[in-house]
């Protein structure tokens, strides 16, 4: 007997999300099990790394969208020249 080879890549899948989402589970309980060992001392380093990766991650998207930005201006200031150019006869020179 064949097997589909859809209904083997969604049973993969399917697999990959299983695995995945336990990964995340352990991930997550041995960190809450780190932050909940953690003494006093510990809590101001964490609350630091924490803001410091959320600052980097703020920033870099910001940065991504400026760029985005940018592109997207230049390609409509492209395309009107384009129209204009098209619309005025501009001497060759």
């Given amino acids: 007997m064949t097997l589909n080879p859809?209904?083997?890549?969604?049973?993969?899948?399917?697999q990959?999300?299983?695995?995945?989402?336990?990964?995340?589970?352990?991930?997550?309980a041995v960190w809450l099990a780190v932050l909940g060992g953690?003494?006093?001392?510990?809590?101001?380093?964490?609350?630091?790394?924490?803001?410091?990766v959320g600052a980097s991650l703020g920033l870099m998207l910001g940065l991504i969208g400026l760029v985005y930005l940018g592109f997207g201006l230049f390609a409509i200031g492209d395309r009107v020249l384009g129209w204009l150019k098209r619309a005025a006869?501009?001497?060759e020179g």
């Avoid at 209904?7 to 899948?13: K, Q, S, T």
Wanted: net charge positive; no cysteine.
């Fill in 89 to 91: 006869h501009w001497p």
């Fill in 38 to 52: 953690a003494s006093g001392v510990l809590w101001p380093v964490i609350w630091f790394v924490v803001v410091a």
């Fill in 16 to 28: 990959y999300r299983i695995r995945t989402m336990m990964m995340a589970i352990v991930v997550i």
């Fill in 6 to 14: 859809k209904n083997v890549d969604e049973r993969r899948y399917k």
